[in-house]
Structures are given as structure tokens and as C-alpha cells.
């Protein structure tokens, strides 16, 4: 039971900290702790949707942070790491660069600065 009770704290704090860079490791640790019980999603009250709509969240967070960054940093000499992280990030949230505000032309323009 003790195992159980550290999956179900461990989903709650994916669940209030969608937002951070760390969902895909909490994700991919709740999914290993769950087969390691022989356990199913609904035992511990959620779904591979929620999952995947945690993880699009928490991607698509990131990619707002970076981007915000990358826009206050453009002259530094790392800004097409920067950019590439945004990108990243929107591709694994799948969301358009547009719904994180920005273009490719904006990045692009971030990068040449």
C-alpha cells in the first residue's frame, strides 16, 4: 500500500505542476511505478488522455517560458538554443507557434539580431 500511496502523490504533483519542465520525467516515472505494481491508470483515478494532456500542457508552457527569454536575450550568444527549445517544445505540446504568440519569422528575426 505504501508503494500506492507514493504513485498517487507522485500523479498530484504532476497534476499541480503541469506547467514545469519537469511533467515528462514525473510522467515517465508515475507510468514506470504503475506497471512496477501491475497497476492500471484507473486504479490511481486518471487516464492515458489526462497523461498526454499534462505533458501537451507542460510543453506548451515551456515553450512560452523559453520564448519570453529568448525575446529579453536576443543579442546573447546562445539565442539559437533558446529558439530551439521554443520549437521543441511547441512541436512535443503540438501546438502551432502561433498559439504560443510568436512565428517562425519571429524566431527567425530573434536569431539574426
Not at 80 to 86: D, K, P, R, S
Amino acid at each position: 500500500m505504501e508503494e500506492y500511496r507514493k504513485i498517487e502523490n507522485l500523479l498530484e504533483k504532476i497534476r499541480k505542476e503541469s506547467s514545469s519542465g519537469l511533467v515528462d520525467q514525473g510522467v515517465s516515472e508515475f507510468l514506470r511505478l504503475v506497471d512496477m505494481v501491475s497497476g492500471n491508470l484507473g486504479e490511481f483515478g486518471t487516464s492515458e488522455e489526462e497523461l498526454k494532456r499534462l505533458l501537451k500542457e507542460g510543453h506548451a508552457s515551456q515553450a512560452k517560458s523559453f520564448l519570453r527569454i529568448a525575446r529579453e536575450m536576443r543579442s546573447q550568444s546562445y539565442i539559437n538554443v533558446l529558439v530551439e527549445i521554443v520549437r521543441r517544445h511547441a512541436t512535443k505540446a503540438e501546438i502551432s507557434l502561433e498559439e504560443i504568440g510568436t512565428s517562425e519569422e519571429e524566431l527567425k528575426e530573434i536569431i539574426g539580431s
